[in-house]
């Protein structure tokens, strides 16, 4: 993708076409924004399986014009059952990674599509859940085609999730790792999402749908059980917003990292640098990250147990005191705890100007691999990040929302734009963030030269061992010294576009109605238009 994708009726971008242009078509229909992604994400859980289920968790922020942005947190709680006590006095000093005890909280997501729904009936939609789920079903039951990503992943995970009840006979085509390009039949999934545009989405909790599942759950050995998945309902919570120069930036609140990403750029602009790509731009983000991720990684967590509020690093005097720390030409020494994880975001824009800014994950690759075989669903092992140690931050107990890398993003400009962008990534999402937003927002790069041009990664992501600082190879080598003078522990990596840098994109709507899209060419996404 070399060129910004432009149109009036409205948008659609993703990680992959066939979600693009389910939530295009629905546009086109007269759909509206909520009711685009809620088609798109059900397309996303059968086309890109290894990033994203309909047993993980998700967030949402929606916008219409002239309105206070609207936030959905369908984080899944840890199951009744999963206590310390329950890992540890099965002979276990932590939570196991992959497998039924990894699958340990309640997946978010559905009760998160349940809330946008809502959304989207108060904004007039009229069209109805069995349409929205139809593409998604369409697809599972036909068959994908398996991407090189899919097939790759596949391949290098398959070790560690080949026990996983049901992961086997889910993914592998006649019992063989899938190859690229292969068709994969996802028959159960098909018949779970064309029940739940059926009987609702209500039943994937409290109906037919989660009386199998908590059987398949109860065999397989997890601690999550029908009265956990009957007990859940997501909530609507207002998006944590700070102030640049000439925009207000959004994102949600804790248990989601969406703070950091706010504060980067917020520290960030602070620095005052003055043009894109050089070194300042490079190391004044890389060091405004590290300021952030000190705040996230001290206090980030369920907001029931945090002793502050995310409000109080959101301020310009906040941003200005963080922004003090950093040399300008010396980079902080950074051994820090990485976070890794694989995910979807996705974005949208209709004819009214209403927004979507979405993201969806399963955590890691494939999640826990537990694959409820008769309704097809996969769950996340997102609760692998509690500690059983009980002085951690993120210490496991009944009930509590784990941590979560997830992140959707939107800013309103001062001059009438409107702008939602987003990536997959773990602790690579709120680093993207900042580099699109930086490139258009404050530099005045196109949008899909924003999203296309080299990016960086501090820490690991993807099960990446390393903690340095890693540019793609498009770097200018000039650029690469001068990084390397100041102090960063570079890893240049071979890739021009590397999966390591996640899958951004962004869609902008301007004042006289024209929309924009830019899709990440590291993705098998697109941007879709109408």
Not at 127 to 139: F, Q, W
Not at 208 to 215: I, T
Request: hydrophobic share 40%; charged share 20%; glycine share 10%.
């Amino acid at each position: 993708m070399i060129h910004t994708k432009r149109a009036l009726g409205g948008v659609f971008v993703s990680p992959h076409h066939i979600a693009s242009q389910a939530g295009r078509d629905v546009l086109k229909e007269g759909g509206n924004a909520a009711e685009a992604m809620l088609a798109a994400a059900a397309a996303i859980a059968v086309v890109y399986p290894h990033m994203n289920a309909i047993g993980g968790d998700g967030f949402w922020i929606l916008s219409e014009p002239g309105k206070a942005p609207i936030g959905i947190d369908a984080c899944g709680p840890a199951a009744a059952a999963a206590s310390p006590e329950f890992y540890t006095g099965r002979g276990y000093n932590s939570i196991p990674t992959r497998g039924p005890l990894a699958a340990l909280t309640v997946p978010g997501t559905l009760g998160g599509w349940a809330k946008a729904s809502e959304v989207a009936r108060q904004w007039g939609g009229k069209l109805p859940l069995s349409r929205l789920m139809h593409d998604a079903a369409h697809h599972a039951r036909q068959g994908i085609a398996v991407t090189p990503s899919q097939a790759r992943l596949t391949k290098i995970k398959h070790a560690e999730l080949k026990d996983s009840p049901g992961f086997n006979e889910t993914y592998l085509i006649n019992n063989a790792l899938p190859e690229e390009g292969q068709l994969l039949k996802q028959t159960a999934l098909a018949d779970t999402l064309q029940r739940l545009g059926q009987a609702g989405l209500d039943d994937f909790y409290r109906g037919e749908l989660a009386q199998a599942m908590a059987e398949d759950l109860a065999r397989a050995g997890s601690p999550v059980t029908l009265a956990d998945l009957q007990g859940y309902n997501a909530t609507l919570r207002p998006p944590i917003s700070t102030e640049l120069g000439n925009a207000t930036l959004y994102n949600m609140p804790p248990p989601t990292q969406g703070m950091a990403a706010l504060m980067i750029l917020g520290i960030f602009d602070q620095l005052k640098v003055q043009s894109a790509e050089g070194f300042e731009h490079i190391h004044g983000l890389v060091e405004s990250t590290k300021q952030a991720f000190l705040v996230r990684d001290r206090y980030c967590t369920d907001p029931a147990y945090m002793t502050v509020s995310p409000d109080e690093f959101l301020t310009r005097e906040a941003m200005h005191s963080r922004a003090s720390n950093i040399d300008m030409r010396k980079a902080l020494p950074w051994p820090q705890d990485p976070w890794q994880g694989d995910t979807i975001w996705m974005g949208c824009i209709d004819s009214e100007g209403r927004t979507a800014s979405f993201i969806q994950s399963i955590f890691w690759e494939f999640g826990s691999g537990v694959v409820s075989q008769s309704t097809g669903v996969l769950f996340q092992n997102r609760g692998i990040s509690f500690s059983l140690n009980p002085t951690a931050l993120h210490y496991l107990q009944p009930g509590r929302k784990p941590f979560h890398t997830l992140n959707p993003a939107m800013a309103r400009f001062k001059d009438g734009r409107t702008m939602v962008y987003g990536t997959m990534g773990g602790e690579g999402q709120p680093q993207t963030q900042s580099a699109v937003f930086s490139r258009y927002g404050l530099f005045n790069q196109g949008l899909q030269q924003a999203v296309t041009a080299p990016r960086w990664l501090l820490g690991r992501t993807w099960g990446e061992e390393t903690t340095t600082l890693k540019l793609e190879s498009r770097f200018d080598p000039a650029l690469v010294e001068q990084l390397k003078a100041a102090g960063h522990d570079l890893e240049v990596l071979p890739e021009a576009f590397s999966d390591t840098m996640g899958h951004a994109g962004a869609v902008v709507r301007h004042p006289s109605g024209m929309m924009e899209g830019a899709a990440d060419p590291r993705s098998d996404g697109s941007v879709a238009c109408w």
